[in-house]
């Protein structure tokens, strides 16, 4: 069975992991671990009205950016390095929100289940069902796994 | 593991249940098959306060329910047959929604993973996610599988 895991770099969807990992993953399971990073926004400062891209700014984002991807990716990969079977960590890039990422990569890679948080950064405190995981379980065609935090 | 798995008599709750056997199941979980049958419906009074049916028709109604639990029972019983550990059927009438019902027999059985389908019977065709299972999705702390044909 193929499964995609949706993460964030809350604790959250690393309890989600540990717990399909613990509970429900079997060796023959190929796995991937993807996680829809937001593309930075690019600052501008005004000066006198008009908009000025100060490359250094710009740059030191990018490479914010791109720490926290790789973080992220680093910290998945060392957390499933012990568990059977074929597993994949991804973590994009993309414009568009977290739900429509994972429901289009979950096509693209065909997999037969989702497993999300219901909860992860960025959502109010007493929701049940976050944003991200209400929006897979409405797009999606294909079974969804909800861990509740 | 404790999995319960809601089933209301559905085709699409069938095809859940060989879903979660064919994917999912681990010989060591605990198997509850939970069914929540709607108490058979008595007409509201007719006009001046007499009653609409008479006895012998509501006693008719009542054979009928009991007689569609019992049919439900075994067939779900059948369906167990493919389980080698534990697996228990309940096929239970309560007050109240099948939604609040299986959040109930959740917590009574501490079950620690939900299985529901997202239509069942009565839902209209477009529903992309059905009463029952946006309920449960809403009302537990346990970890809950939507399966999707």
Request: hydrophobic share 40%; with cysteine.
């Amino acid at each position: 069975m193929k499964v995609l895991i949706a993460v964030d770099a809350s604790a959250g969807a690393e309890k989600c992991c540990k717990w399909y990992f613990e509970t429900i993953h079997k060796p023959e399971n190929e796995v991937y671990i993807f996680s829809h990073a937001k593309k930075p926004d690019i600052p501008n400062s005004a000066f006198g009205g008009v908009a000025v891209l100060l490359a250094e700014e710009v740059q030191r984002t990018i490479i914010e950016h791109d720490c926290a991807v790789k973080e992220l990716e680093d910290k998945y990969i060392e957390l499933t390095k012990n568990e059977p079977g074929k597993i994949t960590v991804t973590v994009e890039t993309r414009g568009g929100s977290p739900g429509s990422s994972i429901v289009e990569k979950a096509g693209q890679l065909g997999v037969d289940v989702i497993v999300t948080g219901s909860r992860g950064l960025g959502t109010v405190r007493r929701t049940i069902l976050g944003s991200v995981s209400d929006y897979v379980l409405h797009h999606a065609k294909l079974p969804v796994l909800v861990c509740h935090n | 593991m404790k999995v319960l798995i809601a089933m209301d008599g559905s085709h699409h709750a069938d095809k859940a249940f060989d879903w979660y056997c064919e994917n999912l199941h681990k010989e060591e979980n605990e198997i509850f098959v939970y069914s929540h049958c709607d108490p058979p419906q008595v007409p509201a009074t007719a006009l001046g306060g007499l009653p609409s049916i008479s006895a012998a028709q509501l006693d008719m109604m009542i054979k009928d329910h009991k007689h569609k639990c019992a049919n439900l029972k075994k067939a779900l019983t059948e369906k167990c047959k493919v389980f080698t550990g534990n697996a228990t059927v309940l096929v239970e009438t309560d007050d109240g929604s099948s939604g609040s019902n299986i959040v109930k027999k959740a917590q009574e059985i501490s079950a620690d993973l939900i299985v529901t389908g997202s239509r069942g019977l009565g839902t209209i065709r477009r529903t992309i996610l059905g009463s029952v299972s946006d309920y449960v999705l809403h009302h537990v702390q346990v970890p809950v599988i939507v399966f999707k044909d």
